[in-house]
């Protein structure tokens, strides 16, 4: 299990570097470096699956520490998966703008009943430019608030997994009740906290997408 955990987190690693070179990367090798990505998250995502199921060969006296170094990989690899499908999506709405912008450019204007051929094409240019910032803007707004949502849904499942082992681990201990019921508050705090950024978050992006469009 020792190696696969390493191999993973090396994956992981790995993928973190990739994607720092995507903004930088030339035009002609960015697909390799796109595929590359695309395999090691599927082959990290694969490993974790088979850590998981490993865990519970483990001693009982290392299974806790197992489990959470476990659930720290999968954390930090669907952190990975977001930011890439992020940037695929951010990409997808840049090819969308050039291809629209071409057309327009090459688009062929007739002349009028009454023999004028005035083109306001550069009023329709800029007109066209300002609505894809727009929605370019509002897209990435979309984008980070998913973002945001699914890190503080993945922090919620993660704290609340680690609140069971701490308290598995107190209970083995033989901590007191007093203890453990003050852990037992904080979580609970800790989940106000995540469900109050989550509408805080709701809110802003309602605003924006209702001030914006």
Request: overall charge positive.
């Amino acid at each position: 299990m020792d190696n696969l955990y390493q191999e993973t987190n090396r994956l992981i690693v790995g993928v973190q570097g990739l994607l720092s070179k995507l903004s930088s990367a030339h035009p002609d090798s960015l697909n390799a470096l796109e595929q590359e990505i695309e395999q090691n998250l599927e082959q990290a995502s694969a490993n974790c699956d088979r850590l998981a199921i490993l865990i519970n060969k483990e001693p009982p006296q290392k299974k806790q520490s197992a489990r959470i170094k476990v659930d720290q990989l999968t954390y930090d690899l669907r952190h990975l998966k977001t930011g890439f499908n992020n940037y695929q999506h951010r990409k997808m709405l840049r090819e969308q703008e050039e291809r629209e912008r071409e057309e327009l450019l090459n688009r062929r204007f007739t002349t009028n009943n009454s023999g004028e051929t005035s083109i306001m094409i550069d009023h329709a240019l800029q007109h066209n430019t300002s609505l894809q910032n727009a929605d370019r803007g509002i897209s990435d707004l979309l984008s980070s608030g998913s973002s945001i949502l699914t890190s503080l849904r993945d922090q919620r499942v993660t704290l609340k997994g680690a609140q069971k082992r701490i308290l598995d681990i107190a209970s083995t201990l033989g901590l007191s009740n007093t203890v453990m019921r003050l852990i037992d508050k904080r979580a609970t705090q800790d989940k106000w906290i995540v469900f109050g950024g989550m509408i805080v978050t709701c809110i802003i992006m309602f605003f924006v997408v209702k001030y914006l469009t």
